[in-house]
C-alpha cells in the first residue's frame, strides 16, 4: 500500500497593499510547519485578492505535506 499523507496550505504575503515577499517572514513559516512534521511540497506565485481596493497584493501559497499517523 502507497504512502497515505495529508496536507496544508498556506497563503502568504507581506501586506495588504503591495511590498516584496521577505526571505524572513518565508523562512519563519517553514520553520515553524518543520517542528510539527509537515515538509515544503510546493510554493506558488499567486495574486492574493486583498480587502482593500478592487487589485490584489503579491504573494505565495505554501503547500506542505506530511504521513499521515
Not at 495588504?16 to 523562512?27: D, V
Not at 515538509?39 to 487589485?55: D, F, H, N, S, W
Amino acid at each position: 500500500m502507497a504512502g497515505r499523507y495529508e496536507y496544508k496550505v498556506e497563503e502568504i504575503r507581506e501586506g495588504m497593499i503591495g511590498g516584496k515577499m521577505s526571505g524572513g517572514k518565508l523562512e519563519k513559516v517553514l520553520n515553524s510547519h518543520a517542528r510539527e512534521g509537515w515538509q515544503l511540497k510546493a510554493i506558488t506565485a499567486v495574486e492574493v485578492k486583498g480587502r482593500v481596493g478592487p487589485g490584489g497584493v503579491e504573494g505565495v501559497l505554501v503547500t506542505f505535506e506530511r504521513p499521515l499517523a
